[in-house]
């Protein structure tokens, strides 16, 4: 039987990653309100503004309800913003900015530079197989540092950010500085499904 995975649907990339889970495999749901979010077996945060999201998780009264399941243990995936949000720890985040923390890192917001600093390269993912996976940055965090429960997946290969983690995961937790979902490659979406699924 196929998961069902949410993706957050306060603001951003939305529609691109319903079109790579479903492709990959997946049967997706937009999550909006808390009852949605009781239904899927995980949870994509999208790319987006992530000060924009945290400050609508509340409107939505989502926050809460969204907190509960991340300790229940359900997967969650997130990209760019969705990664900022999965950060136990923000540097250069706007005053007042809540995430929801569950990854032992501290991240960068924007560390990349601005939109038009944005970039594509190809990188070798820990888990994804296939060869390198097509990346995009846009306006992009990168991970400063992470603690000792969380595994590197990917880190940017050449050019002057060399070095720099931009993929982890912890537990049932996963994390791209990246939108894989604007590539037409869905290996990572696919990735994330097979955590999922193991999960459940």
Known sequence: MRPTIGVLALQGDVPEHVRALESAGASVVRVRRARELDGVDGLVL???ESTTMS??????????????RLR?????YGSCAGMILLADRVLDGAAGQLGLGGIDMTVRRNAFGRQVDSFETALDVQGVAGGPVPATFIRAPWVEEVGE??????TVGSGPATGR????????????????EIT???????????????ER
């Open 165 to 180: 983690i931009v993929a982890v995961a912890q537990g049932p937790l996963m994390a791209t500085s990246f939108h894989p």
């Open 149 to 154: 429960g969380v595994e590197v997946l990917a």
């Open 72 to 76: 229940e243990g359900m997967p969650a």
């Open 55 to 68: 400050r609508l998780l509340d409107v939505f009264e989502l926050r809460e309800p969204l907190l509960a």
């Open 46 to 48: 999208p790319g987006g």
């Open 184 to 198: 037409g490659d869905d290996r990572v979406h696919a990735h994330f499904i097979r955590l999922v699924s193991k």
